[in-house]
């Protein structure tokens, strides 16, 4: 996955992305240890990286359900626990999405 440093491009292998938030007409990228800026759209990430099992969890959200730590269930909708990504505690689950999300991550 592209991300922008410093006038750069450089690149992560998404399995080492444990969500990607949008902002704006970008998104940001979170590994274990960074927060990376992306050019990609939050609709062009989840299209890329469909075939990658990120699951589209909120209108600002993709997660990588290997990172998540935790699951809660609140009334209508939930959140995902990262416990070992340094920029980012939890992301919110909607309720369209919390039943996809739920077989993703096997429950």
């Known amino acids: 996955m592209p991300y922008e440093l410093a006038g750069r491009t450089f690149f992560v292998d998404a399995d080492a992305v444990a969500a990607v938030r949008a902002e704006g007409h970008y998104t940001y990228l979170y590994t274990r240890s960074e927060k990376l800026f992306c050019v990609w759209t939050i609709t062009e990430a989840e299209k890329r990286l469909a075939a990658r099992n990120f699951i589209r969890c909120h209108r600002s959200f993709l997660v990588n359900p ?42």
């Open 66 to 107: 290997a990172h998540v730590s935790s699951f809660e269930r609140l009334k209508d909708s939930g959140l995902c626990h990262f416990d070992s990504v340094a920029h980012l505690n939890k992301v919110p689950i909607s309720r369209s999405h919390i039943q996809s999300l739920r077989s993703a991550l096997g429950l």
